[in-house]
């Protein structure tokens, strides 16, 4: 099935220049002189890199026939956020292992036990893990809120229980459970 450019968003598999690649992220550019026209920036799953592409808006691609699968993250088997990863299908219970190149650690920050995913397949392949768009996390270490600390948009650091680090505002505390953006990292708020 063809797609045109400004169908692209990110998550879609395509054929670009012959090879399957994911879009990681898009952008609409119109300059002040010329067409407009989509930034791309897409993995090739072939050789793993990344390439920041310009699309025309007429330009039509081919849309890659890819197995959206919903998984459980079962657990770390290194023990240290470097992978390999479990990850067990819900509806035949198989599980797989992925590496840190699977589920880079912009990903892997994010999870902990039982968090439902989908996992991206390709002729056998994981093509990537797309993350539920908000998870809770429970602050494990932070600085106390300071005495008569009044200004409303400080933020203070926190490290969460999975090892990652986020910005907090001064009255989240050690135990408090935070609800965090997957993709940008951000606290949304308290769980």
Request: charged share 25%; with cysteine.
């Amino acid at each position: 099935m063809a797609i045109k450019a400004t169908e692209v968003k990110p998550g879609n598999a395509i054929i670009y220049e012959g090879e399957l690649c994911i879009v990681l992220r898009t952008e609409h550019v119109k300059p002040g002189k010329g067409p407009a026209y989509i930034q791309a920036k897409m993995r090739n799953v072939a050789t793993g890199s990344i390439k920041v592409n310009r699309l025309n808006s007429s330009d039509k691609f081919e849309a890659a026939n890819i197995d959206r699968r919903k998984m459980e993250y079962l657990y770390d088997g290194g023990g240290q956020g470097k992978g390999p990863f479990v990850f067990m299908d819900t509806e035949t219970y198989d599980q797989i292992e992925l590496s840190s190149s699977e589920l880079p650690i912009e990903q892997s920050r994010w999870l902990k036990e039982n968090t439902p995913c989908t996992v991206q397949m390709h002729a056998g392949k994981v093509l990537g893990v797309e993350l539920p768009a908000a998870v809770e996390l429970a602050i494990t270490e932070t600085v106390p809120q300071p005495k008569g600390a009044t200004a409303t948009n400080q933020l203070k650091e926190a490290t969460l229980e999975t090892g990652a680090i986020v910005r907090v505002p001064p009255f989240c505390e050690v135990g408090q459970v935070v609800r965090i953006n997957t993709e940008t990292g951000e606290y949304l708020g308290k769980a």
